[in-house]
């Protein structure tokens, strides 16, 4: 797990410290639902970039078309 955050940048980093039992205790419903809502934004994010990758990745055989 240390090796993960050591890879994250600032933000990351702050967005995962937010997510304390701590910080989720003392939190107002609204504030839960932004954090909810930051942490959708980065996973859709990086699924995104895994996607691309992936496919940009994958070998196609001659006349395949490019899936979407």
Known sequence: M?????????????L???????E???????DLADLHTRIRRARDKYSKQYRRTASASRIREPGQPRSR
């Open 2 to 14: 240390k090796a993960l955050l050591n890879s994250l940048n600032e933000p990351e980093k702050a």
């Open 16 to 22: 995962v410290r937010e997510t304390g039992s701590a």
């Open 24 to 30: 989720l205790a003392g939190m107002e419903e609204g």
